[in-house]
Antibody, heavy 123, light 107 residues
Framework: QIQLVQSGSEVQKPGASVKLSCKASGYPFNNFAIHWVRQAPGQRLEWMGWIYTAKGNTKYSEKFQGRITITRDTSASTIYMELSSLISEDTAVYYC????????????????WGQGTLVTVSS | DIQMTQSPSTLSASIGDRVTITCRASQSIIAWLAWYQQKPGKPPRLLIYKASSLESGVPSRFSGSGSGTEFTLTISSLQADDFATYHC?????????FGQGTKLEIK
């Protein structure tokens, strides 16, 4: 079945970087874009960016521009999201989610989602 | 950014009730709206896309409607499994944005 399996929880100090992974299976990896969405405690879901897996093109939310990098390893069917210059407000559960439409150059709605990775930023 | 506002933020209801959750966008998003269900410790699950299209495998008691700036999610007869938090999401304009969530509680 279609699955996105994310890497495990992380604890990082302020100012550090974190690199999360999202391994896809059960479908043609290159045919579907991947989004990253985070959910801080008590906050709404927040879209961070996406990668058009077929070509490696990315688009980021302006809020994270300069701090976020999304990459892919097609041989491993894995997407990575790196967030740098971490602050305490980056403490959140980070989700990867597959774009719903195949080979769409424009992002759409999301399904399915990975199980989430908790990132805690604390000194 | 397009602001998404859900109401109510919390809703208490009983099994068998019909409930409606509203989502308002700060500008027209045509019908580019999705609804998700989320249970504690789990990722969101897609219920509805394009405002009113039911995702495969989702029970028919869930329905969505609306266009422009006002949208609703209706559950026709609440089941025990439906008590969760519901999120709307616009995918008309980047950055895609979500509502603050509506927590559906057992009365």
């Amino acid at each position: 079945q279609i699955q996105l399996v994310q890497s495990g929880s992380e604890v990082q100090k302020p100012g550090a970087s974190v690199k999360l992974s999202c391994k896809a299976s059960g479908y043609p990896f290159n045919n579907f874009a991947i989004h990253w969405v985070r959910q801080a405690p008590g906050q709404r879901l927040e879209w961070m960016g996406w990668i058009y897996t077929a070509k490696g093109n990315t688009k980021y939310s302006e809020k994270f521009q300069g701090r976020i990098t999304i990459t892919r390893d097609t041989s491993a069917s894995t997407i990575y999201m790196e967030l740098s210059s971490l602050i305490s407000e980056d403490t959140a559960v980070y989700y990867c989610a597959r774009d719903r439409l195949q080979l769409s150059p424009v992002p759409n709605w999301f399904d399915p989602w990975g199980q989430g990775t908790l990132v805690t930023v604390s000194s | 950014d397009i602001q998404m506002t859900q109401s109510p933020s919390t809703l208490s209801a009983s099994i068998g009730d019909r409930v409606t959750i509203t989502c308002r966008a700060s500008q027209s998003i045509i019908a580019w709206l999705a609804w998700y269900q989320q249970k504690p410790g789990k990722p969101p699950r897609l219920l509805i896309y394009k405002a009113s299209s039911l995702e495969s495998g989702v029970p028919s008691r869930f329905s969505g409607s609306g266009s422009g700036t006002e949208f609703t999610l209706t559950i026709s007869s609440l089941q025990a499994d439906d008590f969760a938090t519901y999120h709307c999401q616009q995918y008309n304009t980047l950055p895609y944005t979500f509502g603050q969530g509506t927590k559906l509680e057992i009365k």
